[in-house]
């Protein structure tokens, strides 16, 4: 029986191949790598999708949330509140920008931001909140406290995961102040390298990207402001627009994987299911499901040759790298048991109904066995 990997980026390069190879010929062709027409049509086109007014194309998905947080106003001394689930990058752009990361716990089903927790944690010093959404669906941006409109405190979406989204009819990308995406590869719509985004309808906080992307520099040799260099690279522009026009039908795909994993796997003793919140509808960049003796569990599908994985095994707050900001065991109990607990299964569009009753025939055979 062949290995059933957690992802197969190989199906989605055979359907963009071709229009791949052509783009990658008129760049090489017209030398056009710096900002390259790609680029900007790319913007255009990812824009539209979201819904938004613009998206400025940068290098990487971590750069796309400093650069959003330090476009909003965020900087040294400020307090950012973060959830404890989530990929330690959302904590290290706000380090980044010399700022201090606050972090809530998530909730119990969804494992999303619980805006409930949000509200004791604010200060004088909260600048900003960045919920996430994760897994595929959109974090509930409605049911933050008011507290964050009547400060203006800003909200920045890190919405690495959920490109294609809705919640309540409204796109991912489109939920705060400006949004951070990431185009890594393994993401709904990924580059062939490193790529990110900012999506903004603020005229301001989107020039203020462009500005930092480019060395502070409106014009060459001349810098209005101290920034860095991080632009998204007209090549990856080339295949992020062949992927864009597949994503929605990719997505449906997801969709239907999901469902079926939801039937096959409805109702097993020891094993809980991924939740959706209401309003939500999810584009599956992860299926996420919980189960005791998670890492047992983990070991016996890798030796029958399923691709599962951990997003996440540790929460941020218990990194070793996070250790200065003083949180200790317990501080987070729901991110902390979930850690213990998630497993990811195989995802990705392409994925055959006969890959998926593997693992799943695998998956019930170890959860019935007690791990």
Not at 41 to 61: L, T
Not at 259 to 266: D, G, I, K, R, T
Request: charge should be negative; include cysteine; aromatic fraction near 6%.
């Amino acid at each position: 029986m062949s290995a059933i990997p957690l992802v197969d980026l190989s199906l989605q390069h055979a359907e963009v191949a071709e229009e791949v190879e052509d783009g990658f010929a008129e760049v090489l062709s017209a030398g056009d790598f710096i900002g390259g027409k790609a680029v900007s049509a790319f913007e255009q086109e990812y824009a539209d999708f979201v819904g938004a007014r613009s998206c400025i194309g940068v290098a990487n998905g971590t750069d796309a949330l400093e650069m959003a947080l330090r476009a909003v106003g965020v900087g040294q001394g400020h307090e950012v509140v973060v959830p404890a689930n989530t990929f330690i990058a959302t904590a290290e752009a706000v380090v980044r920008v010399g700022a201090r990361p606050v972090f809530v716990d998530v909730d119990e089903d969804s494992l999303l931001i619980d805006p409930a927790a949000v509200g004791p944690v604010v200060t004088e010093r909260t600048r900003a909140v960045v919920p996430v959404d994760l897994y595929g669906q959109v974090a509930p941006f409605e049911q933050l406290p008011r507290v964050i409109a009547d400060r203006g405190i800003a909200v920045v979406e890190d919405a690495a995961q959920s490109q294609g989204a809705t919640r309540h009819g409204r796109s991912a990308g489109t939920f705060g102040d400006a949004a951070a995406t990431s185009f890594y590869p393994g993401k709904n719509l990924g580059a062939y390298g490193d790529a990110g985004a900012v999506v903004t309808d603020d005229d301001r906080i989107a020039e203020r990207v462009r500005l930092l992307g480019a060395h502070g520099s409106p014009a060459k040799y001349q810098h209005t402001l101290l920034g860095f260099n991080s632009r998204l690279d007209t090549l990856q522009a080339v295949v992020l627009r062949a992927k864009l026009r597949r994503l929605r039908e990719w997505n449906e795909q997801r969709r239907r994987a999901a469902a079926s994993y939801h039937a096959m796997l409805a109702g097993t003793p020891g094993l809980r299911l991924p939740a959706t919140l209401p309003g939500n509808e999810p584009v599956w960049h992860l299926y996420v499901v919980r189960v005791a003796r998670r890492d047992e569990v983990l070991a016996r599908l890798h030796a029958e040759g399923i691709g599962a994985g951990i997003h996440y095994p540790v929460p941020v707050h218990l990194s070793p790298a996070t250790a200065d900001l003083g949180y200790a065991q317990g501080a987070f109990p729901v991110s902390e048991q979930a850690a213990h607990e998630i497993l990811s299964l195989p995802m990705f569009p392409g994925i055959t109904a006969a890959q998926q009753e593997r693992v799943v025939d695998v998956l019930l055979s170890v959860v019935g066995a007690g791990g």
